[in-house]
Each structure stands twice: as C-alpha cells, then as structure tokens.
C-alpha cells in the first residue's frame, strides 16, 4: 500500500471529501491544495510507482 492506495480505500468508504467522480480506472479527486482553482487529480486503480509500469491496452 502506498499513500495514493490509501486515499483511493478513503474514498472508497466516502471519507474523501474531496471526492469527485469514479472512472472505470480510476477516481477523479479534489487536490488537498488547490494551487490553482479547480486542481484536481486523477488516481489510478492499478497501483503502480510509474506510469509506464502500466499494461498498456489493446
Ligand atoms: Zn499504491
């Protein structure tokens, strides 16, 4: 488990509050700073230290 697994299992049991949308890879979440208005965050549903970790889909 890392942090971004941690915070997808949050969101998972509706402690996210900054909670967005689920995708079928993944959720999209409020950042916990917002830098600039609107930052959101897409987090994956595979764990994976590095995109190109990734499978790649046929
Ligand atoms: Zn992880």
Known sequence: M???CD???E???GKNRYFVKEL???YVILGD???FKGYTLF???VHA???HFLETSS
């Open 49 to 51: 230290t590095e995109i």
């Open 24 to 26: 079928e890879t993944g």
């Open 33 to 35: 700073y917002q830098r």
């Open 43 to 45: 987090l994956c549903k």
């Open 11 to 13: 969101t998972i049991e």
């Open 7 to 9: 915070r997808i299992q």
């Open 2 to 4: 890392c942090t971004v």
